[in-house]
């Protein structure tokens, strides 16, 4: 009953409403009522509904009885109401309370698909001509909607277009949502906005988020830049008041660690890997411009073949101020037994999920775990619902798959099949995936129980809205053709950012065209300087260690901001390894780019 009601309330609003698109706010529930005449009980309300031949006062006694069974959390009430109501007949102001309500409903339960069609169908001119408490609400469930489905900028529009409603300490809370917003926004995205915007307060916020986030490999160069604003937009609200996160960037230089100690594997089976964090480190580091005044201290310890708790107690003898490392689990496992520690430690792994980290200790990598999370959420956002997984038949084919069916399947999706392949036998198992083998079987069943010959073209399984490929680029090249040769060409291939090798090869990855995968912005950057000195000194290591050169220049631009990221709540850093956040078990985790092989080659998408 609860997918056909909604489906029923999308179809009212889609075939009615002219598209455009809206912008947005965030707060506890607030009551969406327009013009509510007394406190009528529920029962009452549709008594007088239901007592009345006049199509427009039954749907205003219908639409306030949605709204109090919405505040009492009685959600399948409140849309069975929805449902009865011929929102193409009401006058506009009945109009925009049902999409109030229709969007409050939707955002609560978190439902991302009705919040989409909703805020696409919401009339810009809607709740312009409401009093300014209706504009208010509005503009605070809009910007839930927003947030919810990954449109920070639309967000922060909107915050900017309601903060006038707002006074006191209400006035900086938006406040302080309009830079979160901001700082989840694509640099892209806030300079091309940046270019066509002529609202004073919004075009002022995209040139302070833009500059910022354009200057985060130094500290010395985002405060420059941050003056450099704070000059020319002198009376802009965030000069008045600065967002907490930028109050407590400009306190960083002084706390920044004057010592750091990288201890990584430089030798042994790891040290090609430990090689290249190292270098991406130390590439970053005299990218600044600054780290000399800096006079911040670089020292190197090789951790192959020692234990990592020997070594801890070694560099403490230094007194640094910040340890990068270890980044073999097994090191990590040797700090988790520890209640505190003397120093920060940023490992470049992660602790299993039930460990308890000691104090001070902050967790990084290059996790498979962050990507299978991203690629269920934009599964989900395309309305897939039913899908089949192929992954590596190895531990970590296991464990990127366990990610990903555990989040999965928390959204109610469905994996119809899933399965672990080999470099042998490849045809077999996509042919046994797509159930084409069956298909096959039951025309030799056919053929074996009638006399005349058969004509036959085999079929796949037809409950498929995606395939979720989990494999390394040579293996990749193989298996994306089979899926076009056993008739599921049609079917859109999600995978992660191993299905790309980090470096363009159009002939060679010709056979990968259409997959869908998230990447690294230093994987997809043709411009970053960083990365073509490496490719420049150092060309064969970078083919297969690209990512590991990525993590490390995050490291360095980590160091001194990890104070900022556990401090400020949602506080984000746009990495060479993704959008960096940090949780409250001093986890920082990445929101990587989206990219799609076109042409052999990949090219960014939304």
């Not at 056909?4 to 002219?18: E, P, S, Y």
């Not at 919040?115 to 312009?128: C, D, G, M, V, W």
């Not at 934009?378 to 084919?397: D, F, K, N, Y």
Request: with cysteine; proline share 5%.
């Amino acid at each position: 009953m609860h997918i056909i009601i909604k489906t029923a309330l999308i179809f009212f609003i889609a075939i009615t409403v002219g598209c455009s698109t809206p912008t947005i706010q965030q707060t506890e529930q607030p009551s969406v009522t327009i013009n509510d005449e007394g406190p009528l009980s529920i029962e009452a309300l549709l008594e007088n509904a239901n007592n009345t031949e006049d199509p427009t006062i039954k749907a205003k006694f219908q639409l306030q009885a949605a709204e109090k069974f919405r505040q009492n959390t009685q959600i399948e009430q409140a849309r069975s109401i929805l449902t009865l109501i011929s929102y193409p007949s009401l006058p506009q102001q009945m109009q925009e309370q049902y999409m109030l309500i229709a969007l409050s409903i939707a955002v609560e339960e978190r439902d991302i698909e009705t919040i989409s069609e909703l805020l696409t169908n919401t009339p810009s001119h809607f709740y312009q001509q409401v009093p300014p408490d209706i504009q208010r609400q509005a503009g605070e469930i809009k910007a839930k909607g927003y947030d919810l489905t990954k449109q920070p900028l639309l967000a922060a529009k909107e915050r900017i277009n309601t903060s006038a409603l707002y006074s006191g300490d209400e006035y900086w809370s938006n406040h302080e949502l309009i830079w979160q917003s901001l700082s989840k926004t694509q640099t892209s995205a806030l300079s091309q906005q940046q270019d066509s915007s002529e609202n004073y307060e919004y075009k002022g916020w995209l040139e302070l988020a833009t500059s910022i986030k354009q200057n985060q490999i130094s500290l010395e160069q985002q405060l420059t830049a941050l003056s450099d604003w704070l000059n020319q937009w002198p009376e802009h609200p965030a000069a008045l008041k600065l967002p907490e996160e930028l109050e407590l960037l400009s306190t960083l230089p002084d706390r920044r660690p004057d010592s750091i100690a990288l201890a990584l594997p430089l030798s042994g089976p790891l040290g090609k890997a430990g090689e290249a964090i190292r270098d991406g480190f130390l590439a970053t580091f005299y990218a600044d411009k600054y780290h000399t005044s800096s006079n911040t201290e670089v020292t190197l310890h090789d951790t192959h073949q020692r234990s990592f708790s020997a070594v801890y107690q070694e560099i403490l003898n230094s007194e640094p101020e910040l340890i990068i490392g270890p980044l073999d689990k097994g090191s990590l496992v040797e700090l988790e037994k520890m209640d505190s520690l003397a120093v920060p430690v940023l490992a470049l792994n992660y602790l299993n999920d039930n460990a308890i980290a000691p104090l001070q200790l902050y967790q990084f990598g290059l996790s498979a775990e962050d990507e299978a999370r991203q690629l269920v959420d934009r599964l989900w956002s395309t309305g897939a619902r039913q899908v089949v997984t192929i992954m590596p038949e190895s531990s970590w084919g296991q464990r990127v798959y366990q990610a990903f069916s555990k989040e999965w399947l928390a959204q109610n999706g469905e994996i119809v099949d899933s399965t672990f392949f080999t470099k042998n036998k490849l045809s077999s198992v996509v042919e046994s995936l797509l159930a084409v083998d069956k298909s096959k079987q039951r025309a030799r069943t056919v053929r074996n129980t009638i006399i005349e010959s058969l004509e036959f073209t085999p079929r796949r399984r037809q409950d498929i809205d995606a395939i979720v490929l989990i494999s390394k680029p040579e293996t990749a090249r193989q298996l994306k053709p089979l899926f076009s040769f056993h008739y599921a060409g049609d079917i859109p291939i999600y995978s992660t950012s191993h299905v790309y090798s980090g470096t363009p090869s159009p002939q060679r990855d010709n056979d990968l065209n259409g997959i869908r995968f998230i990447e690294t912005p230093w994987g997809l950057s043709q411009t970053n300087a960083i990365k073509y000195q490496i490719h420049q000194l150092l060309p064969q290591r970078a083919q297969r260690y690209d990512r590991l050169f990525a993590l490390g220049s995050d490291t360095y631009t980590l160091a001194p901001r990890l104070i900022l990221l556990e401090r400020i709540s949602g506080s984000q850093i746009n990495g060479q390894t993704g959008l960096l956040t940090m949780n409250e078990k001093k986890q920082i985790h990445r929101i990587l780019d989206w990219a799609q092989f076109v042409g052999g080659q990949p090219r960014a998408t939304k």
